[in-house]
């Protein structure tokens, strides 16, 4: 699991500095797939959907079978 893409929006200055130090907050608040399924009593595979990859390989087995 990682981070493909981040899209933000500043709300208030736009000072460098103050930039930096949102984007290290919201970073420091961030959890992990494995604390949410943990909290909500279910499985990290339940929450996490397949990767595309993954899900044609799959696919591609059925048809064969």
């Known amino acids: 699991v ?3 893409d981040v899209v933000t929006k500043s709300i208030g ?3 460098p500095y103050n ?3 949102a984007t290290f907050d919201g ?3 961030q959890t992990s797939p ?4 943990a909290r909500r009593g ?3 595979s339940e929450l ?3 990767r595309a990859g993954h899900a044609q390989e799959t696919a591609e087995t059925e048809d064969v079978a």
């Open 2 to 4: 990682g981070i493909s």
């Open 13 to 15: 200055s736009a000072n």
């Open 19 to 21: 930039m930096v130090r």
């Open 27 to 29: 970073l420091k608040v």
């Open 34 to 37: 494995r604390m949410i399924a």
């Open 42 to 44: 279910k499985k990290v």
């Open 48 to 50: 996490v959907g397949r």
